[in-house]
């Protein structure tokens, strides 16, 4: 048995219980006895809120970037001012490099500028699939073809060799063992809810996938894609999904339709147990 196996959500787009909500995503996961921090959010909202809901951010043991966007990394400089100890682990490819199309320009909306630089002693880049810790894993995208969802989603990378679409090749799950099965984060899931799933399933094919927890970026689709999207997650046979940030309010009902008991929605403070 695994003791003391929850998370708690920091920072999301819907504020409750007089906590205060942004654009954006932390969770914080105590996982048998250790502190991740699943990123920090677009601003420093995560320090009050931890402070607000009980939580040390001294106590936190590992950090973990879920992609090299702003809304989940920004606090991460307000992080290590706070925290003294723990590194905050990316994936190899992570840089200074996202953009999102808007007309004929590109926005930035990558990590802080400098930051990697800034903070080189506080930063663990990884590849391939890593152990955190006992019984929780960084796992990396390993389904072909995500440059076609960048296009889609008009979001592209500054390279050497020009502007290409993201691959998403710097977004990565977090993974942990809880009594009921695996437990994955992937605060976006820019490649796919179910290819998250699907990998996770190919990584651990004799473990149970109990629940996944992020965005699922529906905000933008239609309601027939939604409704895909809802089905084939229920069709992968999980128990339990938890979805917020940018799959936003309408999708979720959309969701919730297909999905029934098995779907909640993410908020500023839940918490969810995952001991039995």
Known sequence: MILNNKMTVIVDNTPYNGLSGEWGLSILVEHDGKNILVDAGASGLFVENMKALGKNIADVDYGVLSHAHYDHANGIPRFFEENKKAKFYLRETTAENCYAKKFIFKKY??????????YSDRIEYVSGDYKLCEGAYLIPHKTPGLEKIGQ???MYQKTKDGWKPDNFSHEQSLV???????VIINSCSHGGAVN??????????????????GGFHLFNKSEEEVKNVAQNILDTGIDYV???????????GI???????????LHVGLVVDFNI
């Open 109 to 118: 909306i990558g990590i802080p500028k400098k930051m990697t630089k800034n």
């Open 152 to 154: 889609r989603e008009l």
């Open 176 to 182: 942990f063992e809880t009594d009921k099965g695996l």
């Open 196 to 213: 998250i799933i699907n990998e996770v399933k190919q990584t651990f094919p004799d473990k149970h996938i109990y629940g996944l927890i």
């Open 242 to 252: 938890c979805t917020g940030h940018c799959t936003k309010d309408r999708a979720y």
């Open 255 to 265: 969701m919730k339709e297909i999905l029934g008991d098995r779907l909640q929605q």
